[in-house]
């Protein structure tokens, strides 16, 4: 990963340039971190995302929404407590007691949550209707449709668990005495996370630090380990579906040029050239289906293809997805990949069958 990192703050909230996928790749048209702001504290200027510092109330709605975790909060990280969710004795998601605004999660953390722990998640969404930050229901559309999207890859996995919601609000003890008690517990967590942030960084920013990372984001890289660790759940690995999280790619063996654009700008290293260069591989573990590699390729050589093996997810079961021999083009002398008849490259072939007639003799008209 890059060292040289592009960071917008406030006080709380950052916001990375450098993980961005919109950023990574001029034309990607990534806007969820936009669309989910209750606030529209971010902006497109030429095309580039920018957060407006002043206009962030550093709700934390918008992190779960970004494919890459280009977007945190310093007081609550999401993975972290997705990794600690099994040993937790609480099991309610909620962001009046025990996290930031559930805006914070996405489906990876939602069904790492269900297969690693052996009490169901439960999500408080009583609140949601009325919040501040729920303005035109985008907030709450957000995170429902992330449970929802958890609960059927659950459901056509086999797997027992769901991901369950708390719609009614729970009646607590008002007392004057709890009110105190509860606002000392909160000055003493917010004591203890001052006093260990001092030592060590979140885990997300550390793994993000890590040099030898891949550029996988942590949520992917947490749901792969819990499926892994979890298979004797799934009755099934095979699925016909990609289930909007996963993508497996095909590459066409005439069209492709290897030209190596989407190599260069797979933001996870899915697609790597082969060690002789001439062929790409496909790791299908390292794929966030941002669709990058679809768009750039100039030839539509590169699509994506149907159904999804989550053994292959699991264990970054690679492929060979095209291979090529290359030879030297007899006009320009340069190697291109070789798919049979004369040994001429597309770019000499159709310079020759568009502007031969200028080099016709004179003799031969």
Known sequence: MNNLEFVQKTE?????????????????A?????????ENAFHLVRNKLTLFSNECIECAA????????????????SNAYTKSFAANENKLLSCKKTTACLGAFDVHHYITMALDSDVEPICDLSHC???????DKKVEGFIRGEIAKANNFLSECGVEAVVRTLEEKVEEENSRRMVFKKAFSKMQNAAKEEKDSAKTLPMTLEYQRNSNNSGLPLKFLHLKEALRTNLSKLSTS??????????????????????GDCVQFCPTEALLKSADKHGINFNVGNCIACGICDH?????AIKTGVGI???NVAYD???????????????????????????ICDRCANYKQDFDHIFTLAKDI
């Open 129 to 135: 209707k009325d919040c501040a930050l729920n303005k």
């Open 62 to 77: 918008c992190i779960g929404s970004c494919p890459t975790e280009a977007l945190s909060i310093a007081n609550f990280d």
């Open 317 to 343: 079961r690679g492929e060979e997805l095209v291979h090529y021999e290359m030879v030297m083009c007899h006009e320009c002398r340069c190697p291109y990949p070789y798919r049979g008849g004369d040994p």
């Open 30 to 38: 990534c806007q969820l971190c936009v669309d989910i702001c209750p």
């Open 309 to 311: 093996d989550l053994v």
């Open 296 to 300: 750039i390729c100039k030839t539509d």
């Open 12 to 28: 709380l909230f950052s916001y990375s340039g450098t993980n961005c996928i919109r950023n990574d790749y001029y034309h990607n």
């Open 238 to 259: 095979s699925h016909a579906s990609n289930f909007g999280i996963f993508a497996k790619k095909e590459i066409s063996f005439q069209d492709c040029t290897n030209c």
